[in-house]
T-cell receptor, first 109, second 117 residues
Framework: DAKTTQPNSMESNEEEPVHLPCNHS???????IHWYRQLPSQGPEYVIH???SNVNNRMASLAIAEDRKSSTLILHRATLRDAAVYYC??????????FGTGTRLTIIP | GAGVSQSPRYKVAKRGQDVALRCDPI?????LFWYQQALGQGPEFLTY????????KSGLPSDRFFAERPEGSVSTLKIQRTQQEDSAVYLC???????????????FGQGTRLTVV
């Protein structure tokens, strides 16, 4: 039970922003939201995580809805190297990271 | 290297053969995880170590699967009497803090692709 819902696939033009949505309507107050991505033939790579407030790092931004039932991963300027499967993961205390099937992001040159 | 290293990268085994997959985590990382990833699917949790202690093995699919981390660093995932359904990529991850990587990132290796013929 991945406990999150993501679109199976999305496309975006190169050099434009990308907004990847995730629904986690049954989230509890102590659950974190993690995002990982997996490039072809690679292991998953950490992108960002957050609890309540919006988060920014060098890779992306994470916008968490006020009710925390959804979040959006924002890639500010997509490049071809951002083509990957993006996993949104709801992580509870003392639980392992449980991956779903993710969103396959295609970048169009 | 600074990352998680897994070996071999590829393994072909005949059905019924035993295999051993190795994971070298990042030095000093307390937590170590094994995941199994079938083609087209997300990674599925197998087992978790905190140092040398195996605290969660709830994801191991059968008693043919065994994992160890005897000195709290290198880990080995062993699969006995391999079956075709064991064909998958086996991923190892480590993180600095004990627990489930809840408050820090987990670092994954490139995985070992096991094909059972």
């Amino acid at each position: 039970d991945a406990k999150t819902t993501q679109p199976n696939s999305m496309e975006s033009n190169e050099e434009e922003p990308v907004h990847l949505p995730c629904n986690h309507s049954t989230i509890s107050g102590t659950d974190y939201i993690h995002w990982y991505r997996q490039l072809p033939s690679q292991g998953p790579e950490y992108v960002i995580h957050g609890l309540t407030s919006n988060v920014n790092n060098r890779m992306a931004s994470l916008a968490i809805a006020e009710d925390r039932k959804s979040s959006t991963l924002i890639l500010h300027r997509a490049t071809l190297r951002d083509a990957a499967v993006y996993y949104c993961i709801r992580a509870s205390q003392n639980e392992k990271l449980t991956f779903g099937t993710g969103t396959r992001l295609t970048i169009i040159p | 290297g600074a990352g998680v290293s897994q070996s071999p990268r590829y393994k072909v085994a005949k059905r019924g053969q035993d295999v051993a997959l190795r994971c070298d985590p990042i030095s000093g990382h307390v937590s170590l995880f094994w995941y199994q990833q079938a083609l087209g699917q997300g990674p599925e949790f197998l087992t978790y170590f905190q140092n040398e202690a195996q605290l969660d093995k709830s994801g191991l699919p059968s008693d043919r699967f065994f994992a160890e981390r005897p000195e709290g660093s290198v880990s080995t995932l062993k699969i006995q009497r391999t079956q075709q359904e064991d064909s998958a990529v086996y991923l190892c991850a480590s993180s600095l803090i004990s627990g489930t990587a809840l408050i820090t990132e987990a670092f994954f290796g490139q995985g070992t692709r096991l094909t059972v013929v």
